[in-house]
């Protein structure tokens, strides 16, 4: 049975175990029905061209792994980000972790999905939000149709939330493989702000394939700053697929960090329905192995007057391969859009691999619309530069490679955060020099 | 302190240097005059270890050691400074954040540990000062968008910082107003001791006024054609280098 088959009839079982209001079970169904008609992606699909989910799909999934593995919290403890005093919401193979999370209701709801999608007091939102962002893609389909569990986050109006949240997968490899479908439901009210780092964490050597969906709501004036570092294990793949809508001067980023993982696609998609509304995209991609990372980004400039700024920088190593696809569509009545977009690489090895392509939809006349794509190697003149001032050459190319990078790590708000992923980056490149005096 | 035995180096296929010998002794300032092409920037990226150039012939040795074999990383640990007549622009890497990574890697080389950061802190405040340098500026980008005078001015902090044995100035005046001048040449001469050397590489008497030399050599056609005292400097000022080459037959 491949694993479409196991998948679809593995939902007559869930849809059964489920207690659920009707909203979410009519969304449910549809959603497996779509999944059913349009199966995974393959190659033939253009926004899937240089991806291919072939190999993954051929591991025997365990679609619903065991549940209670006792993980302790000294196992775990490096993967927190600890110097921030921070509310966490922890998973171990799916399955929601009290004892290492740290939630809340008081002033603000910071809990689990399973909760909000059970109880009449989140009705409500779940009626108005939830699925309302998510696009009816195959992956996001069939996230949806097993949706269950996840981070639920709602932020009344007028809050300054000082204590980031942290959401944190954890997968144990209890059984041979694994397939998670985690769902993020994230509302933001006006003049509210909130910053929220993600991570996916295996903690074994068994394959993972985590097919994931974050919806965000950010309302008139609200700030939301979300961070994700993909660093996880070599086995373990990642389709990431986040969509956020914006009200009327609302300021969203999102910042990628790609380090660890076989497979990493980032379906990142931004709807802009307001004016004076500013989106941020950004990311660092940095790989090696046979590693393959995938940008797929969408901004959709609707309204008048907004802003989008995307940075994206690769470094692709070894046989690693790397995929941008940024997508900017700018609507007829959005005019004074600013729309810039860069993607640049740096290729340190013959065989690795970047497929780059800005794709741009302007209907509107009156706007400012940039892209640049550039695919490079480290400048050998500043190389030699460096190494004749006694950095070995090791040390230079990294400090090269950092700096190339520091567009957007400079933009990351949370100094600790920052921190860990400059310590994250001097690993990776396999140097112990502190980048960031 | 450096010994050039017939040394003889270019790029592929194109020879360059023919067969250089020049010998710089602790307490010394050298300096290598000559008009353009005539082989003196590629005589201090050798010395400094440029991968590019391929040395056929000869030997580059300092302090009793053969280096030609050794990566510029290594030359620099081993007390050789070069100052670029072009330094390059590195975006996104502070100067302090720079030659912090220079001292520390320097030091590692030697066995040593990290340099204290009260300690760096410290030595990054008497040097710019020195200089003349701006705080400011030691918190922007190596190089970027640096003015001429400001690129040569970095490039002598990083030498005071790094307290090399052997400095060697590529056409450090190129560039240079006469303030900028006298702000360089200054530092030079405060850092200059009995125990390391200085060779100054220029086309022009100018830095010379500032940096007086002990020995002048006159580099024509990949060969060192004539040496002197300061005189030989003033000489080349008043008459060109024409007379040169009609001495040597070139």
Redesign the interface.
């Known amino acids: 049975m491949d694993l479409k088959e196991k998948l679809l009839s593995s939902f007559l079982v869930f849809e059964n175990q489920t207690e659920i209001d009707s909203y979410v079970s009519d969304v449910r169904n549809d959603a497996i029905k779509m999944f059913e008609k349009k199966g995974f992606p393959t190659k033939k699909d253009e926004a899937w061209k240089y991806t291919s989910l072939n190999k993954l799909l051929k591991e025997d999934y365990s679609v619903f792994p065991k549940q209670e593995n006792a993980l302790e919290y000294r196992d775990v403890e490096k993967y927190f980000i600890h110097d921030i005093d921070s509310y966490k919401i922890i998973f171990v193979d799916g399955k929601y972790s009290s004892h290492l999370s740290e939630t809340t209701h008081d002033g603000l709801d910071v809990c689990l999905m399973s909760a909000a999608l059970n109880k009449p007091k989140y009705r409500l939102v779940i009626e108005n939000y939830f699925n309302k962002a998510a696009t009816t893609d195959s992956l996001p389909s069939l996230n949806t149709a097993f949706s269950k569990e996840g981070a639920y986050i709602h932020i009344p109006k007028g809050k300054i939330i000082e204590k980031p949240i942290q959401i944190i997968h954890f997968s144990t490899g209890n059984e041979s493989a694994t397939m998670l479908q985690p769902r993020n439901l994230i509302v933001v009210e006006e003049n509210s702000h909130v910053q929220i780092i993600e991570c996916h964490q295996s903690l074994t050597s068994n394959p993972v394939l985590t097919n994931s969906v974050t919806e965000i709501f950010a309302k008139k004036r609200a700030i939301v700053d979300y961070y994700k570092i993909q660093n996880d294990t070599q086995e373990a793949s990642l389709i990431d697929n986040t969509f956020i809508k914006q009200k009327q001067e609302s300021i969203v980023s999102v910042h990628t960090f790609s380090f660890g993982g076989k497979l990493i696609r980032n379906n990142l998609n931004f709807y802009q329905e307001g004016e004076r509304i500013d989106s941020t995209l950004k990311g660092v991609t940095i790989i090696g192995n046979k590693q393959h990372v995938d940008h797929n980004t969408l901004v959709h400039h609707i309204e008048p007057n907004c802003e989008s700024h995307q940075d994206y920088k690769g470094i692709f190593g070894d046989s690693a391969t790397g995929v941008f696809n940024g997508k900017v569509v700018v609507e007829k009545e959005a005019q004074k859009t600013n729309a810039f977009q860069a993607n640049n690489n740096i290729l340190i090895s013959d065989k690795a691999t970047i497929n780059t392509k800005p794709q741009l939809e302007i209907f509107a006349d009156d706007v400012k619309c940039s892209h640049g794509c550039t695919v490079g190697q480290l400048?050998e003149?500043?190389l030699?530069?460096?190494?004749?001032?006694?950095?070995?050459?090791k040390?230079?190319k990294a400090?090269?490679m950092?700096?190339?990078?520091?567009?957007v790590l400079s933009s990351v708000k949370i100094p600790e955060l920052k921190h860990r992923i400059t310590k994250i980056i001097a690993n990776q490149l396999g140097v112990n020099?502190g980048?960031?005096? | 302190m450096l010994k050039i035995e017939n040394l003889h180096a270019g790029v592929e296929d194109k020879s360059i240097l023919k067969g250089i010998n020049l010998e710089v002794k602790a307490g010394e300032v050298h300096a290598i005059m000559g008009p353009n092409g005539s082989g003196k920037s590629t005589l201090s990226s050798v010395i400094a270890g440029k991968e590019e150039y391929e040395v056929s012939e000869g030997h580059i040795i300092f302090e009793g050691e053969d280096i030609e074999e050794l990566e510029a990383d290594e030359r620099a640990h081993k007390g050789i400074f070069m100052s670029f007549q072009y330094p390059v622009e590195i975006p996104g890497v502070s100067v302090t954040n720079f030659i912090k990574t220079a001292i520390n890697e320097t030091r590692k080389a030697k066995g040593l540990e990290d340099m204290p950061a009260k300690d760096m802190l410290k030595l990054i405040r008497e040097k710019s000062d020195l200089l003349e340098i701006d705080r400011k500026f030691l918190s922007r980008s190596l190089n970027e968008g640096f003015s001429g005078g400001e690129k040569k001015r970095n490039e002598i902090f990083q030498m005071a910082m790094l307290e090399p044995k052997l400095a060697i100035l590529d056409e450090t005046d190129s560039g240079l107003d006469i303030d900028a001048l006298r702000i360089v040449a200054n530092g030079v001469n405060k850092l200059k001791s009995k125990n390391n050397a200085v060779i100054v590489i220029t086309h022009y008497q100018r830095l010379l006024d500032y940096i007086v030399p002990d020995y002048v050599h006159v580099l024509h056609n990949g060969k060192i054609v004539k040496s002197g005292s300061k005189e030989l400097a003033h000489e080349l000022e008043e008459k060109g280098y024409d007379w040169i080459k009609e001495e040597v037959g070139a």
């Open positions: 400048d003149s500043a030699f530069y460096m190494r004749s001032r006694g950095i070995p050459e040390e230079a400090l090269l950092y700096a190339f990078s520091n567009n020099i980048f960031d005096l």
